[in-house]
């Protein structure tokens, strides 16, 4: 018995795609840009990072001004961003969402750097700084 399978192939410069075609539905969705749950589900989880798994958000505000030692820290890439995520020493309820500062210092850091972090924390101070515009944002001390 012969069998129909639709397939689909995409060349891109550097990257060739197979696979089978979608179903109406699948089509359809794709179409409207609608997610199952499922795909939401695998989608955020792909966002999250393992310290950040039994903890919840907690809020920058509460550590501006006090020095805290970071004992884990890495990028979340969303579609149009980059966060730099933490956690810090005597909370392990939580987990906190740098601002612009301190992610831009977490993109230089090489696989080393990580390492050493883990394994010796790394001291900073938070403060409220205004830029010449008048855009408060959140500053880091290094201690």
Do not use: W
């Not at 550590?63 to 909370?91: C, H, M, P, Q, W």
């Not at 938070?126 to 515009?133: G, L, W």
């Amino acid at each position: 018995m012969k069998k129909h399978i639709d397939i689909y192939i995409i060349m891109t410069y550097n990257n060739i795609e197979i696979g089978l075609r979608p179903n109406a539905r699948e089509q359809q969705a794709q179409k409207e840009n609608i997610m199952s749950l499922a795909d939401k589900k695998k989608a955020f989880k792909g966002k999250r990072v393992d310290f950040m798994e039994g903890r919840e958000s907690g809020k920058m505000a509460d550590l501006i001004g006090n020095e805290v030692i970071i004992t884990d820290i890495d990028i979340i890439k969303s579609r149009k961003d980059e966060y730099a995520v933490f956690i810090i020493k005597g909370d392990d309820k939580h987990f906190y969402f740098g601002g612009a500062v301190l992610t831009n210092f977490v993109k230089t850091l090489t696989e080393d750097d990580f390492d050493e972090v883990r394994r010796d924390g790394m001291a900073v101070k938070f403060s409220r700084a205004k830029s010449q515009d008048g855009f408060t944002y959140t500053n880091v001390d290094f201690l």
